[in-house]
């Protein structure tokens, strides 16, 4: 037979495992965008990072840009990738028609209700 006390000491035992149990299970970072390795002498150290992905069914292409300071003269950047890849210098225009394209447009309206036309 099961006394207050037991109850209550075994209630007490499941809420703190819960309470662990959720904390094990929090979000974690996560980034796919590789890494920057230099000398371990010299550091260096991405404070902004920008990315277009652009999919056409068979081939991905993806445009980042990245600002980087330290004071590393030479880097490698690591980056995971499924398959051998061709990389290059992008354009930096692409981030400017990004903006474009998604800026937001002010339009006034005088009536509530929508009308046609």
Known sequence: ????TTARTLSVVLALLGIQLTWLISPAWACGCGAMVVDPAQ???VSNERS???????Q???VMRLTVTGDARNAAWIMPVPHRATVRLGDPAVFDQLAR???PVHRTRSHFWPRNG
Not at 52 to 58: I, K, P, S
């Open 1 to 4: 037979m099961r006394t207050p």
């Open 101 to 103: 394209a998604v800026a």
């Open 60 to 62: 991905e292409q993806i």
């Open 43 to 45: 550091r260096i150290a």
């Open 52 to 58: 277009v992905l652009r999919w056409d069914g068979r």
